[in-house]
């Protein structure tokens, strides 16, 4: 049982999206190992912070070119489509939570690249985006 003050906090945490934040700066600090690990957090946090103000882009681990290879390896004949079902699982092994379950093509079962790259970028940059807009 947690106490108030436990539930407090945690609420604190979820309003302000801090677990998310923390997620997303330390995995970029193990995918890109940066011979100074402070001055890198801080750099990405001033790129965060300058998203924030300018309507730009969050910095995200997962770049349109790591996007493509996931589609690549899904389609691996180059029939331009995956299905629902691969797309589904594309998109959580991103670690991506909230996506559109129905995204175009979905009613015969085929998500062109171009979908799947928009829906993607689309949910990474959301998730990137640890701060309240």
């Given at each position: 049982?947690?106490?108030?003050?436990?539930?407090?906090?945690?609420?604190?945490?979820?309003?302000?999206?801090?677990?998310?934040?923390?997620?997303?700066?330390?995995?970029?600090?193990?995918?890109?190992?940066?011979?100074?690990?402070?001055?890198?957090?801080?750099?990405?946090?001033?790129?965060m912070k300058a998203a924030r103000l300018q309507a730009m882009d969050c910095p995200c681990l997962f770049n349109e070119s790591n996007?493509?290879a996931v589609f690549g390896i899904l389609d691996p004949v180059k029939?331009?489509?995956?299905?629902?079902?691969?797309?589904?699982?594309?998109?959580?092994?991103?670690?991506?939570?909230?996506?559109?379950?129905?995204?175009?093509?979905?009613?015969?079962?085929?998500?062109?690249?171009?979908?799947?790259?928009?829906?993607?970028?689309?949910?990474?940059?959301?998730?990137?985006?640890?701060?309240?807009?």
């Amino acid at each position: 049982m947690a106490t108030p003050r436990e539930k407090e906090a945690a609420n604190y945490l979820e309003k302000h999206k801090i677990p998310e934040l923390m997620n997303n700066l330390t995995s970029m600090l193990c995918f890109h190992r940066p011979e100074n690990p402070r001055e890198f957090l801080i750099t990405q946090l001033e790129l965060m912070k300058a998203a924030r103000l300018q309507a730009m882009d969050c910095p995200c681990l997962f770049n349109e070119s790591n996007l493509d290879a996931v589609f690549g390896i899904l389609d691996p004949v180059k029939q331009g489509y995956i299905t629902l079902s691969q797309y589904k699982e594309a998109l959580t092994t991103l670690g991506i939570k909230d996506f559109n379950e129905c995204p175009d093509g979905a009613d015969c079962d085929r998500i062109s690249q171009e979908t799947f790259m928009k829906e993607a970028k689309d949910c990474l940059l959301k998730s990137s985006a640890t701060f309240i807009t």
